[in-house]
């Protein structure tokens, strides 16, 4: 497989369930290599990530619908939870305040970058989980949740909750997505 069938692949799928195709340790193992091998400026490292499976993960979208006060479907919290694990993207706001103190010149661009550096970890683990077919989505409920998440996995204060991405089997693939004219965003001069 390439990695334009890999990118071909991923898709958001909300339909999930908690029969994985995979085990709990290649799941784990294919978390710890992307996350890894994804670059960052200056080889700052200062993405983390947190995953919950099996009762964690539902415990955790209990307390997401909890911190939402009913605001939020329960039908629509029940999808998440439907899935097997979710995996929990942070910053290290404390490795960027230490770069912004060592590299004044560049001290605002560190928190750009280590939001383009998470950015590229969740993009990376999403297609390495389609490879292993399992299903995922990319949720944003922080800062909502923020508190009770830190709480609940006891996380350091300095860690700045980014993104939600649950995962589990696919009950039902995503629609076919609909093919764009590229040109209106992608623009060559060559010559």
Known sequence: MTILDTLKKRRTIYQLNKNMP???????QVINDVTEL???????????????????HDAL?????DAFEGKVSKEKIQTFKDGYGTVLYFIDDQ???????????????FPVWAQQANGMLQYG???ALADLNVGASLQHYNPVIDKAVKEMF???????????MPFGGIVQEAEPK??????????VFNG
């Open 22 to 28: 995979v085990s709990d340790e290649e799941v784990i």
């Open 38 to 56: 994804t670059p960052d400026a200056f080889n700052m490292k200062s993405a983390r990530v947190i995953v919950a499976m099996n009762d964690n």
């Open 61 to 65: 979208w209990d307390v997401i619908y």
């Open 95 to 109: 490795v960027v305040e230490n770069l912004q103190e060592q590299f004044a010149l560049y001290a605002d661009n």
């Open 125 to 127: 683990i999403w297609n």
């Open 154 to 164: 006891n996380v350091p204060e300095h860690y700045r909750l980014i993104a939600q």
């Open 178 to 187: 609909e093919k764009e004219d590229i040109t209106q965003r992608v623009k």
